[in-house]
């Protein structure tokens, strides 16, 4: 079920490092150590979105991994999309590890 | 060294699906059977680039997987870029090996 601006507002509180397009995505870049670093976090969060069939839109711009994620069969957010973002974030802990941190 | 528009035009009518944006970058997507094949294919992309260190920026979009190349020391366009662009199409011939297409 589409999340209303409210929802959406509280839920971002919780999180770190996320933002809101329009409240109707929401987006966190991650800076690695290295390329290979963030093309490792890629491939987490492939399998991450593929267990679910819920695919972010990825961006890597050499040591920087952007994720954007939506919810289009409801045309905005959902609480898919946090857990989502939440399953991603706990990948980066993984693996970052102290060696990267969030732009 | 950058490569002048003339040339430019003239590398991008030997390879195909490449396009620039504004003699300043070369670009080419390319669509595959499904996500995880494009992760493959993005996979192969990150050992080929790194391996000359010289990185695309890379957008995936589900089934689509985005490719952009300059030289930034050079301001432009160098030999390099299209060489990282022959390997990466070949990378996707292996790949996608009929099961793909680009777009």
Chains 1, 2 share one sequence.
Request: glycine share 6%; aromatic share 10%.
């Amino acid at each position: 079920m589409k999340l209303g601006n409210t929802d959406i507002d509280q839920k971002l509180a919780e999180v770190t490092g996320w933002t809101t397009d329009d409240h109707k995505w929401i987006v966190r870049k991650y800076r690695f150590a290295s390329f290979m670093q963030g093309i490792e976090f890629v491939n987490k969060v492939a399998r991450l979105a593929e267990a679910v069939n819920h695919h972010p839109m990825i961006a890597i711009d050499y040591k920087m991994v952007t994720l954007r994620l939506t919810s289009w069969h409801a045309g905005g957010l959902t609480d898919l999309d946090f857990e989502s973002a939440a399953k991603f974030d706990q990948a980066f802990t993984d693996i970052a590890a102290g060696s990267g941190s969030p732009d």
